[in-house]
């Protein structure tokens, strides 16, 4: 796939050489959770003291899709991959907020979203189209002065962030039930969708926040190409056994 090694090993040595795994990232795992299972299955399948494995940009836990990682000598390329546009679709509640910006944090109603209509939606994702300076949540790996945000926001904390230009190519919304908004948004990477839920419920005067989150592509790779843990432990399971290292 345009030249990347994705999902090519037929040996346990291509891990070493270097491969791109498209995983679909399961709800309530971190993407180091990800790399972490991935890393042990194969360093354990193919016997390896230690194995170079990395994700191509993070998913929150309670986002799902395409989760780009890279292993072995392709670990150098990652920032490559890292730096690729991002593709989601998922939803949106409007008339409450919380401090994470999605479900994590307690759910605070605010507005009535009941007046709110299509073109109002419309008008408010125009503004939040093309470069942007977005505050990232307080909930985030963002750091400031060496402290990350997120373990600041669960101790009561807050840190100096500072806002940051991103660039949405695309966000069109594909329907709207009272309260809840469906989307589809194209941006660059560093774009966080929680904020611009967050945002949404600023301009509309009712709250926001993000409800489901699906990553639908990373850059040229598709959901469609991805594999589930569940699948990619069974390919596993098909490899011939690795050659036994000289003492």
Same mark, same amino acid.
């Given at each position: 796939? *345009? ?10 040595? %291509?891990?070493?050489?270097?491969? +791109? =795994?498209? #995983? ?9 959770? +990800?790399? *972490? ?13 230690? #194995? ?6 993070? =998913? ?17 390329? #990652? ?32 507005? %009535? ?7 109002? =939606? ?5 503004? =939040? ?47 709207? *039930? ?70």
């Amino acid at each position: 796939m *345009n030249g990347w090694p994705v999902h090519t090993f037929q040996t346990w040595e %291509d891990f070493l050489e270097g491969q +791109v =795994l498209l #995983i679909d990232k399961p709800l309530e795992w971190t993407s180091f959770d +990800v790399v *972490n299972k991935v890393r042990h299955l194969i360093r354990h399948g193919g016997r390896f003291k230690k #194995i170079k494995v990395g994700h191509a940009g993070t =998913l929150d836990p309670l986002a799902t899709g395409v989760l780009v990682l890279c292993t072995g000598r392709m670990t150098k390329r #990652i920032n490559e991959l890292t730096a690729e546009d991002k593709t989601y679709d998922g939803h949106m509640t409007f008339g409450a907020t919380t401090d994470s910006h999605d479900r994590e944090c307690e759910v605070k109603p605010q507005g %009535d979203p009941s007046a709110l209509t299509l073109s109002d =939606l419309e008008s408010a994702a125009q503004e =939040l189209t093309g470069t942007i300076s977005q505050m990232p949540p307080m909930y985030s790996a963002k750091k400031v002065g060496g402290q990350t945000a997120y373990k600041a926001a669960r101790k009561g904390k807050e840190i100096a962030l500072q806002p940051v230009d991103v660039t949405v190519q695309g966000f069109k919304i594909c329907g709207w *039930n009272s309260p809840q908004m469906e989307f589809d948004i194209r941006c660059s990477k560093g774009t966080y969708i929680r904020a611009l839920a967050r945002d949404m419920g600023e301009k509309t005067s009712v709250g926001a926040y993000l409800s489901a989150l699906r990553r639908t592509a990373s850059g040229d790779f598709p959901l469609s190409d991805c594999l589930s843990i569940d699948a990619f432990t069974e390919r596993l399971q098909t490899l011939p056994a690795p050659i036994p290292k000289a003492d």
